[in-house]
């Protein structure tokens, strides 16, 4: 499928469903896609992204421990995905 700038996806992986709007850049793989670490990440009380993004955490499955670095805690940022026009 040929993704456009601008055009609405879904991104989907074993863990979750997302939808979310493209942007297209040169920057990228086109193998590959890109999300802001923290956009439409919010908490009760701190809504100030709310409805702002997505938040790639949604993607991963529940139980996430071999998406763990065992060192430092943080999650691997890699996972497969597929992609497509909503």
Same mark, same amino acid.
């Given at each position: $499928?040929? %993704?456009?700038? @601008?055009? *609405?996806?879904?991104?989907?992986?074993? +863990?979750?469903?997302?939808?979310?709007?493209?942007?297209?850049?040169?920057?990228v793989?086109? $193998?590959? %896609?890109?999300? @802001?670490? *923290?956009?439409?990440?919010?908490?009760? +009380?701190?809504?100030?992204?709310?409805?702002?993004?997505?938040?790639?955490?949604?993607?991963?499955?529940?139980?996430?421990?071999?998406?763990m670095?065992?060192?430092?805690?943080?999650?691997?940022?890699?996972?497969?995905?597929?992609?497509?026009?909503?």
């Open positions: $499928e040929n %993704i456009k700038d @601008g055009d *609405t996806v879904w991104i989907e992986s074993p +863990g979750g469903k997302i939808k979310a709007r493209a942007k297209v850049s040169q920057a793989h086109p $193998e590959v %896609i890109g999300i @802001g670490g *923290t956009f439409g990440h919010w908490a009760h +009380g701190v809504p100030v992204a709310l409805g702002k993004g997505i938040h790639f955490n949604s993607l991963f499955p529940e139980d996430s421990a071999e998406f670095d065992r060192l430092s805690g943080a999650l691997d940022c890699c996972l497969k995905v597929k992609i497509y026009k909503a």
